[in-house]
């Protein structure tokens, strides 16, 4: 089992910036990727970026290429999203997700991740 843990999440205004991070624990040492899936109130739980834990390789969604930037630390088992130049429309809780090794994985795909975080809320005001 992989625990997950975020935090960093709060209150900005349009344009101000917020960095997520993922704390990973248990058994970490086969992890494969990391990621983090976004929900807003009424909506799908979507993916915004994810990272190959042993590659490095990101990946991330059309609509946060540029502004958002995720990042690892395998030596703290920590993921981190930093987001830039933030919008109304960045709005909602933030997921962590993990999935290990030995899977099929593709990095949009929510139904590929083995382990999910608790959520961190993003509110961001125009």
């Known amino acids: 089992q992989v625990q997950l843990v975020e935090s960093g999440g709060g209150l900005v205004q349009a344009g101000d910036s917020l960095r997520l991070s993922c704390v990973a624990s248990?058994?970490?040492?086969?992890?494969?990727?990391m990621g983090w899936f976004r929900q807003a109130p009424g909506k799908e739980r979507e993916f915004v970026a994810a990272?190959?834990?042993?590659?490095?390789?990101?990946y991330y969604t059309t609509v946060v290429k540029g502004r958002f930037t995720i990042s690892k630390d395998n030596v703290k088992n920590t993921a981190s999203l930093q987001m830039n130049s933030l919008s109304p429309q960045d709005t909602a809780v933030y997921y962590c997700?993990?999935?290990?090794?030995?899977?099929?994985?593709?990095?949009?795909?929510?139904?590929?991740?083995?382990?999910w975080g608790q959520g961190t809320q993003v509110t961001v005001s125009s």
């Open positions: 248990g058994r970490t040492f086969n992890l494969n990727a």
């Open positions: 990272i190959g834990w042993i590659t490095g390789t990101p």
């Open positions: 997700a993990a999935v290990q090794t030995g899977r099929t994985w593709f990095f949009a795909n929510k139904d590929h991740y083995d382990y």
